[in-house]
């Protein structure tokens, strides 16, 4: 349901100027970054499939020695083999489940403790679930897959990736933040009081995602460290594919029919990894590689340091100063 007070908070903030210029952006291509990156260390979740298994390929093809980490060995290894094979590159992954809060956990702690350091840092993975769907832990799936996962990494990595001379983290967002259009509602992150939708859930993932960044973006200020917030635009990939036979049905005869190639993705994604065209550039959200002003409450630093919160306690985290 609508929070009122979220429309009243947000709806004088919406601007048709927004918009338009987000549909302009929706038919653009990317820009191209054409720079080595030979040898440097390129770390991404989810490269197995779709966007993160094109953006792998367009790092290994410049040259980047590729870390991924995924939820499954065999597609992992079978990445890995391909890389090596196509580009002579480095590849080498660790398994992760970003629906199960200690394997975010774990990994967080085991790049933080790499000495080498992490040139640039994708966060990709994620999933869209028309049916509400619960973790272990009792939390909503695509909330911890989409953006509690992340959280926690980032959470657990900023004073490694502070520490080092320089370092571009990536968030894959999405459009679909606007789906949260009046906010989020911080009282029932958890689906409990309001009806689950696919859309919202989503939306509402995407957009905590976006309110996270405008924190951590605080905290690395000083440092040689940006954080950006991206939407690959609309491609076609196996996203959804755990939603069964009617959605993807739909899926394949309407949605993929308008979808574009990953392809632009991950060169939207090298580009902001690698471009000194946005060097010092951080706290921003870009469509493929155009800067853009997201949704109103996107930008809601009070609701983003509730959120803040409110993730360490669900995360489990101790709740350090920031
Ligand atoms: N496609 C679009 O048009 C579009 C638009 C806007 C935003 N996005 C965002 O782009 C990102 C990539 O999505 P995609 O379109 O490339 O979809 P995809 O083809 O389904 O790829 C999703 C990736 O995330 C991984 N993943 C999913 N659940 C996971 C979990 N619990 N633990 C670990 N890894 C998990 C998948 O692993 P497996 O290979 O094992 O399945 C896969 O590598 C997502 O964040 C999505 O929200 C996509």
Known sequence: ??????????????????????????RADPDICDED????????????SGIGYYTCREYAAHG??????????????QLCEELR???????????????RL?????????????????????????????????????????????????????????????AQKRARVIMVNSE????????????????????YTGLGAYGSAKMAQLLSMLILDKHLRGSFVTINAMHPGAVKTGTGKEN?????RFKSAIIDKMSRSPEISAQAL??????NSIEGISGKFFNLTREEIPAPPALDMEAAERLWKESLRMGGLEDGEI
């Open 1 to 26: 349901m609508k929070s009122k007070s979220g429309v009243a908070r947000y709806w004088r903030q919406y601007k048709w100027s927004n918009i338009f210029a987000m549909m302009k952006n929706n």
């Open 85 to 99: 094979r196509d580009f002579g590159t480095d590849c080498d992954y660790r398994i992760a489940d970003f629906s």
């Open 102 to 162: 200690e394997d975010a956990k774990k990994v967080g702690r085991e790049l933080a403790d790499m000495k080498e350091g992490i040139d640039v840092l994708i966060h990709n993975a994620g999933v869209y679930l028309t049916h509400k769907t619960l973790i272990p832990e009792g939390l909503e799936m695509t909330f911890v897959v989409n953006y509690l996962s992340s959280f926690v990494m980032n959470y657990i990595m900023k004073d490694k990736l502070k």
């Open 176 to 195: 679909g933040h606007r789906f949260a259009a009046w906010g989020l509602r911080l009282d029932d992150l958890n689906w409990q009081k309001k009806r």
């Open 270 to 275: 090298y580009y902001l990894g690698v471009s």
């Open 244 to 248: 069964g036979r009617f959605y993807n």
């Open 37 to 48: 990156f030979s040898g440097r260390l390129m770390v991404i979740t989810g490269g197995t």
């Open 64 to 77: 980047a020695r590729i870390l991924s980490i995924n939820r499954n060995r065999e597609k992992s290894e």
